[in-house]
Nanobody, 117 residues
Framework: QVQLVESGGGFVQAGGSLRLSCAAS????????MGWYRQAPGKQRELVAS????????NYADSVKGRFTISRDNSKNTVYLQMNSLKPEDTAVYYC??????????WGQGTQVTVSS
């Protein structure tokens, strides 16, 4: 059973930075896309950023573009999210997600990010 293990969440003041990481703890193959979602209380889960494992193409939500950077290390089956200039509205549980080339999704358990004003 593949498990995605997340780390790097925590408490930070507005304007600060955090770096999230997510790595597969077991064997995993044919991952096409790695990404990050977030869900705030009472809100729908939304895509934050994604990256292609093949060509490195990235996609960002408009709300984080220019502040967040997604990157990956394919050899380690690891995806990162560097979050700069954090705002209170970034407060949410952040979930990593891997999608196989066949469309199968793998989810992390989530890590809490809290940004205080």
């Amino acid at each position: 059973q593949v498990q995605l293990v997340e780390s790097g969440g925590g408490f930070v003041q507005a304007g600060g930075s955090l770096r999230l990481s997510c790595a597969a703890s077991g064997s995993i193959f044919n991952i096409a896309t790695m990404g990050w979602y977030r869900q705030a209380p009472g809100k729908q889960r939304e895509l934050v950023a994604s990256i292609s494992t093949r060509n490195g193409n990235t996609n960002y939500a408009d709300s984080v573009k220019g502040r967040f950077t997604i990157s990956r290390d394919n050899s380690k089956n690891t995806v990162y999210l560097q979050m700069n200039s954090l705002k209170p509205e970034d407060t949410a549980v952040y979930y990593c997600k891997f999608i196989s080339s066949f469309g199968a999704p793998y989810w992390g358990q989530g890590t809490q990010v809290t940004v205080s004003s």
